[in-house]
């Protein structure tokens, strides 16, 4: 079992950053593949980003490529999310999981079954 607990999101005005944080218990976070989701209201849950356990490789979605890091800090059992450049439409519930990575292009870069772990979301405002 993995607990894994988000925080650090908030309201951000459009051009700014916020850095978001998974914490994880009971096991390392480098035995796992893991990632973030998100799901604006209305809208169906999207892949972000994925960090590959093996290698440290990562995917994310087109429409973050370019603004968003995913970096992860041993120490610290912790994965991190540094978002820049936000806009409103990055507005959302932001999720972490464990999962597999995908570099299928046009499909979500991290991918769940029923087996995997979720914390339990953070609110990300974009707004002026």
């Known amino acids: 079992q993995v607990q894994l607990v988000e925080s650090g999101g908030g309201l951000v005005q459009p051009g700014g950053s916020l850095r978001l944080s998974c914490a994880a218990s009971e096991h390392p976070l480098d035995w796992y593949s893991i990632g973030w989701f998100r799901q604006a209201p209305g809208k169906e849950r999207e892949g972000v980003v994925c960090r590959s356990f093996s290698d440290g490789t990562t995917h994310y979605a087109d429409s973050v490529k370019g603004r968003f890091t995913i970096s992860r800090d041993d120490a610290q059992n912790t994965v991190y999310l540094l978002m820049n450049n936000l806009t409103p439409e990055d507005t959302a519930v932001y999720y972490c999981?464990?999962?597999?990575?995908?570099?299928?292009?046009?499909?979500?870069?991290?991918?769940?079954?029923?087996?995997?772990?979720w914390g339990q979301g953070t609110q990300v405002t974009v707004s002026s």
């Open positions: 999981a464990t999962g597999i990575c995908s570099s299928v292009p046009g499909t979500s870069p991290i991918k769940t079954s029923s087996r995997d772990y």
